[in-house]
């Protein structure tokens, strides 16, 4: 988790800035999966930073934006 974070911050895929007033952060969470090899063993971890998706609103361009962190 510790990586992904990391790469993010690297690669500066946002920007911190203040909140207006009247708006309300969207949260985020972590998703981790076991990448396995054909015969079942591990090939390693995945960890994913996404948006809360469901507390998106529209934007004013009428487009819906996610934030999405892979690694």
């Known amino acids: ?9 690297k690669n500066y895929t946002w920007d911190l800035v203040p ?14 999966r076991v990448k396995e090899n054909v015969d079942g063993s ?7 930073l996404v948006a809360k998706g469901y ?6 361009h009428h487009q819906t934006y996610s ?3 892979c690694h």
């Open 1 to 9: 988790m510790q990586q992904e974070y990391d790469a993010l911050m």
């Open 19 to 32: 909140l207006p007033p009247d708006r309300k952060a969207i949260g985020c969470k972590w998703i981790f």
């Open 42 to 48: 591990v090939n390693k971890f995945k960890a994913q």
């Open 55 to 60: 507390n998106q609103v529209e934007a004013r």
């Open 67 to 69: 934030d999405l962190g």
